[in-house]
């Protein structure tokens, strides 16, 4: 064997190969404003108006000319109607007057400054302004949120919330967005029986796939899922191409390491370019990238932690370039105090299942218990990973330490 298959890849480096390779989908279709959340626009957005369309008054007052107001002392102004939101003041405010105007109301001509009404006095229908005004203060200038003709939104843009305000504010009805992605899933090994069937003496259900199903699905794909498939070269391969052929992305848990049933590697090598990896991080050391026919390829270890782990590291980061995501952000690393001591030898990354809770108003993390890589009780009562870097040679209790919030991530 060379070097290139023996080295181990960090993590960083496995991640941007991925992202290298892989081309965004082509497929869009037209939704209504609402239909594309969670989505990915497929092309640019351009603004029709300038947002806001008018001037306008940011707050309840006066809309006055600032030239009105005296630089030292009160000015007395003659109130000459009141503008609403959605109900426009058509005359113009001149030297000496004002204008009650409210929140989002136009700006009226001839204003250009509006004084908050909790300053002034009224008497009479003359309002009383005191001095220290600024020019301009207290509005909204036409296009200050967007001007006509800009790009609102680029297309790669993830639709959430404030992107379905800000599509509407446009007044664009419909959009076009990237088709969802396909991904087809199955696990593999014998020892693994369906939910609904007793288990047989050294069977263990089947769990890696109900995992699957909520990350895919968290992340909006069409999910396709395949099945237990034995450890069978033939049937391995029967099911790797009937996968390539419906789905962008194929992934698989197990077989991948090298044991004596871990057939999945030979199957892949016979079917496709795949590379297979040995990552320099703990839990989740083997994987497979590459593709089956036009489907991209993601082999996972089988142990339940471990699939979660390769999948959020690197899986997921690659979906999203294939979905169309740009760019495909890079996660933020949090910096928090260890609130336990942990063991680590230097030389491969880890990831471990913490908690972060305030303690006397500071926040902690602390690891879930058993970190086996098998362990999903300890990953479902976490709520991050707790990053160590490669070099790291163990934490005493009060140490800082990295860690990846599951929020947006699982
Ligand atoms: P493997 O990578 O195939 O050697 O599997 C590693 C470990 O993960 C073994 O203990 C398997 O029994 C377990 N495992 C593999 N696939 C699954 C699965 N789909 N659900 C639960 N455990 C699994
Ligand atoms: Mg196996």
């Given at each position: 064997m060379t070097d290139q298959t023996n080295r181990s890849l960090s993590a960083a480096e496995a991640r941007e190969r991925m992202l290298a390779a892989i081309s965004p989908i082509t497929g869009h279709e037209f939704l209504p404003v609402r239909s594309t959340l969670g989505r990915i626009l497929a092309a640019d957005i351009i603004a029709p108006h300038d947002v806001p369309a008018h001037d306008n008054s940011a707050m309840d007052g006066y809309a006055v000319r600032f030239d009105s107001l005296a630089g030292e002392g009160e000015t007395r102004l003659t109130v000459v109607g009141t503008a609403f939101a959605g109900n426009a003041f058509s005359g113009l405010v001149g030297k000496g007057q004002a204008l009650r105007i409210m929140t989002g109301a136009v700006l009226p001509a001839g204003a250009d400054t509006v004084v908050v009404q909790e300053v002034t006095r009224l008497e009479d229908g003359v309002v009383i302004v005191p001095a220290g005004q600024r020019q301009g203060q207290n509005t909204r200038r036409a296009g200050e949120d967007l001007t006509r003709g800009a790009v609102a939104l680029a297309a790669g843009k993830h639709i959430g919330p404030a992107e379905l305000g800000l599509i509407a504010s446009l007044g664009v009805v419909e959009l076009a967005v990237k088709r969802r992605l396909r991904v087809a899933f199955f696990s593999t090994g014998d020892e693994l029986a369906s939910l609904g069937t007793p288990l047989a003496p050294g069977q263990i259900y089947d769990s890696n796939r109900y995992t699957l199903h909520g990350l895919l699905a968290k992340l909006g794909a069409e999910v396709i899922d395949m099945g237990v498939v034995p450890d069978r070269p033939e049937t391995l391969e029967a099911t790797l191409l009937e996968a390539s052929q419906v789905a962008d992305a194929i992934i698989t848990t197990g077989g991948?390491?090298?044991?004596?049933?871990?057939?999945i590697k030979e199957v892949l090598a016979k079917l496709g370019e795949v590379k297979f990896w040995k990552l320099n991080i703990k839990p989740g050391r083997p994987m497979a990238f590459g593709k089956v026919g036009n489907a991209w390829l993601f082999g996972l270890p089988g142990n339940p932690v471990a699939v979660m782990v390769s999948y959020t590291q690197f899986a997921l980061d690659a979906l999203l370039r294939l979905s169309g995501l740009d760019p495909v952000p890079v996660r933020p690393l949090l910096t928090v105090a260890s609130a336990n001591a942990i063991k680590k030898q230097p030389g491969r990354r880890e990831y471990l299942r913490g908690a972060i809770a305030a303690v006397d108003g500071r926040f902690q993390v602390k690891t879930t218990g058993n970190q086996g890589s098998g362990v999903l009780r300890s990953m479902s009562e976490a709520n991050c990973f707790v990053v160590l870097p490669e070099d790291c040679a163990g934490v005493a209790a009060g140490d800082s330490v990295q860690v990846q919030l599951f929020d947006g991530l699982i």
């Open positions: 991948v390491s090298v044991g004596e049933a871990d057939f």
